[in-house]
């Protein structure tokens, strides 16, 4: 009856999992990772939070020293949206079996057409051939994924119905593949210009990316921002990967984006010297998730390795502690995941589903009564190991808070691994005699 249960659970997750469309939103979102990461790091170095160093800096180099950094930052971390775009047309085609490059060429144009192309300042008249390149960030992220996955599926749906021009087979590969996204591309910029007529009808002016914004992304952005959502992201990590599917990149593949518009906007309330709280700074961040609710990998099993350390009595949990111990400082514990294993086994579920949560309401804790600030800086990778991580990311109140949240984990391991291991110990000692 369990078996029955569990692949009733399991046929739909992987059924989603496996949809183009989700594939192609993991793959794209990955594009952007060495932009925000890397971005990121020249953002704090021209937002240095102690103003005795910037003056001191300053004193040497002018006060406009800032300046280059900050432009490293508008060319990275404030076109993730715009790069999203590109990336996911291109990945929908590539996984698709089709000629990517145009997919991902007509993305970007669809996204452009979609835009206003004129740019109205506070005070003024508008200003032709000029774009906000605000929608280029985090605040137009919802709509370039939607804008890559939709002209992804029609590129892909022509060239695999053969509606293309077809060119003599004398003609250059290179030139043939351009012809065939001839019709693709009319249709792909028939429906954008379709779309900007709608959407400026409907909204009194304004563009389907704003619209989008407006009416999915805010409300998005707060719900996950909410404690509500960190619990739901951790819960939902822990328990796909109970039933064997990789949790992390699901939900990294559903939340990646407006995670990065929180920490964008956060960015932005950084640069003008208002991140806190008390002025709606999110705390459900990019680095909420991967230096904290996946901390030794997913399920934070670092409680369980400890034990298999030094308390297990069973020859198997002894080995398996000594291969995952490395891999654990590195947030990678497949081996503790399928080798203990916490797969399908009903003793493991109830810790493995309960630390994340409980971690999750011990940092967004941390930053709603002021001990730890709003993440707004570094985006680490998320191998990045434990207290290091805290540190970058969250100062010495945020290591501070990594080690609760492993001492938490090896509290509410404990017991669960001491009754797992006697079982095995009993069974090695059966299989003696």
């Not at 046929?11 to 979102?29: E, H, Q, S, T, Y």
């Not at 715009?82 to 996984?95: D, P, Q, R």
């Not at 004398?170 to 959407?199: D, T």
Request: net charge neutral.
């Amino acid at each position: 009856m369990a078996k029955i249960d569990s692949q009733k659970i399991i046929g739909p997750i992987m059924r989603f999992v496996n949809m183009r469309g989700i594939i192609a939103l993991k793959d794209g979102m990955l594009a952007i990772l060495p932009l925000t990461v890397v971005g990121s790091l020249f953002l704090i170095i021209g937002q240095l939070p102690f103003e005795g160093l910037n003056q001191a800096i300053a004193s040497v180099f002018g006060e406009t020293w800032t300046e280059p950094f900050m432009q490293v930052y508008s060319g990275t971390f404030a076109i993730m949206g715009l790069i999203s775009c590109f990336s996911i047309g291109y990945s929908y085609a590539k996984n698709s079996g089709v000629e990517p490059l145009p997919a991902g060429v007509l993305s970007l144009s669809s996204f452009f057409i979609l835009l206003k192309s004129s740019y109205v300042p506070a005070k003024g008249e508008p200003i032709g051939d000029a774009i906000a390149k605000v929608w280029f960030g985090g605040q137009g992220i919802i709509g370039a994924i939607i804008i890559g996955l939709v002209v992804g599926a029609i590129y892909t749906l022509f060239i695999q119905k053969h509606i293309v021009i077809k060119m003599p087979e004398q003609v250059p590969q290179a030139i043939a593949k351009q012809f065939e996204a001839m019709i693709p591309a009319f249709a792909v910029f028939l429906l954008s210009m379709i779309v900007y007529i709608i959407s400026k009808v409907v909204t009194g002016g304004g563009t389907f990316i704003e619209m989008i914004y407006d009416v999915i992304q805010v409300p998005l952005q707060g719900l996950t921002g909410s404690l509500y959502g960190a619990i739901g992201i951790a819960f939902f990590i822990s328990f796909l990967w109970w039933f064997g599917v990789h949790g992390q990149s699901v939900v990294n593949g559903v939340v990646t984006a407006l995670l990065l518009s929180n920490l964008d906007a956060n960015k932005s309330m950084l640069a003008a010297g208002k991140l806190s709280v008390e002025n709606g700074a999110h705390i459900v961040t990019q680095q909420f998730l991967d230096s904290f609710l996946i901390l030794s990998g997913s399920g934070i099993t670092f409680g369980l390795v400890i034990a298999m350390l030094f308390a297990a009595k069973s020859k198997q949990y002894k080995a398996l502690g000594k291969v995952a111990a490395f891999p654990a400082l590195f947030n990678v514990n497949e081996p503790v995941v399928f080798g203990f294993p916490i797969v399908m086994n009903p003793v493991m579920f109830l810790p493995f589903i309960m630390v994340p949560i409980l971690a999750a309401v011990v940092v967004y804790g941390s930053i709603a009564i002021g001990f730890m600030q709003p993440f707004s800086g570094v985006t680490l990778p998320w191998s990045t190991p434990a207290i290091i991580s805290g540190f970058m990311v969250g100062g010495w109140q945020g290591a501070i808070v990594q080690v609760i949240v492993l001492g938490i984990s090896t509290l509410v391991y404990f017991p669960f691994f001491k009754f797992q291991d006697k079982l095995a110990y009993a069974n090695e000692l059966e299989a003696e005699k």
